[in-house]
C-alpha cells in the first residue's frame, strides 16, 4: 500500500510512505510527475537508486518496515528526503575518485548507486546515523510551446 499526503499550499512537503520493495514503478511515476520530462530519465535512475537503498539495505526488505519520502518543488528546485527504518550506516560524503574504493572485496556491486546519487544530483546529504537521505536538483523548466 502506498500512502501520500496532499500539499495545501505550492511550497508544502507532501509525503508518501510504503512498505519496503524493490516493486518501485508506480512509486517513481508518483515522484516525477512535476518533473520537466527532459531530466525524468537521469532522476528516475537517481531515486530508484536511493529508494532501492533504503528498501533493501535499509529496511532488509521487511514487509512491516515503511520508507518514507518527502518531497518538494520550490520554483526550479526539486527535493526529496528518503527515511527508512534500519539500523542505519556510516555513509560517505562524496564520491571518491576511483568508486572502486568504495566495494569491500566480496561485494563487487555495492557502492555503485551512491556514487550515482552524488553524479545525478546536486545535493547529496545523510543524516548522521545513516537512516535518512537528503536530495536535491535543479531543473530548468521549458516553458516553449514546442
Known amino acids: 500500500m502506498i500512502a501520500i499526503s496532499l500539499p495545501t499550499r505550492k511550497q508544502d512537503w507532501q509525503t508518501m510512505s510504503f512498505a519496503s520493495t524493490l516493486y518501485l514503478c508506480p512509486i517513481l511515476d508518483l515522484l516525477l510527475v512535476k518533473v520537466p520530462v527532459n531530466a525524468q530519465p ?12 533504503a528498501a533493501k539495505h535499509g529496511n532488509k526488505l521487511d514487509p512491516s518496515k515503511q520508507v518514507s519520502v518527502q518531497f518538494s518543488i520550490c520554483d526550479d528546485l526539486y527535493s526529496w528526503v528518503i527515511t527508512d527504518q534500519g539500523e ?59
Open 88 to 146: 542505519g550506516f556510516r555513509p560517505i560524503q562524496s564520491c571518491p575518485t576511483h568508486p572502486e574504493d568504495l566495494l569491500p572485496d566480496d561485494f563487487s556491486e555495492n557502492g555503485r548507486g551512491m556514487c550515482i546519487l552524488y553524479h545525478i544530483f546536486d545535493q547529496v546529504h545523510w543524516n548522521r546515523e545513516g537512516t535518512q537521505l537528503r536530495l536535491s536538483k535543479r531543473v530548468k523548466r521549458d516553458h516553449s510551446p514546442w
Open 42 to 53: 537521469e532522476l528516475r535512475l537517481g531515486l530508484q537508486e536511493a529508494l532501492v537503498n
